[in-house]
């Protein structure tokens, strides 16, 4: 029936509609001026990007973004590597 969404395409639209209110917050915290405005910014980005973590969350709960675990070697590489680009 036309017009009736999944509960995954609703959660892919979700997510996908959290990524880009992310990126938008994120532009305007960096260009804002006047600091009272980018606190404000600053802290709608934040609480953006804990809509999007509980989204995929729910995401990933109901098995619509599985994730495979990482290898521990790739892991501890990882961390190497961006450890070293902060010295």
């Known amino acids: 029936m036309p017009?009736?969404?999944?509960?995954?395409?609703?959660?892919?639209?979700a997510l996908a509609a959290q990524?880009?209110?992310?990126?938008?917050?994120?532009?305007a915290a960096n260009e804002c001026m006047h600091e009272d405005v980018r606190k404000t910014m600053m802290h709608i980005l934040n609480q953006e990007h804990d809509i999007q973590k509980?989204?995929?969350d729910g995401m990933?709960?109901?098995?619509y973004y599985p994730t495979p675990a990482a290898e521990e070697k790739k892991v501890q590489d990882t961390k190497q590597k961006f450890s070293q680009s902060m010295k």
């Open 3 to 13: 017009g009736i969404y999944t509960e995954k395409e609703i959660y892919g639209d």
């Open 19 to 27: 990524k880009s209110a992310t990126s938008q917050f994120n532009m």
């Open 54 to 56: 509980d989204v995929f």
């Open 60 to 63: 990933h709960a109901a098995g």
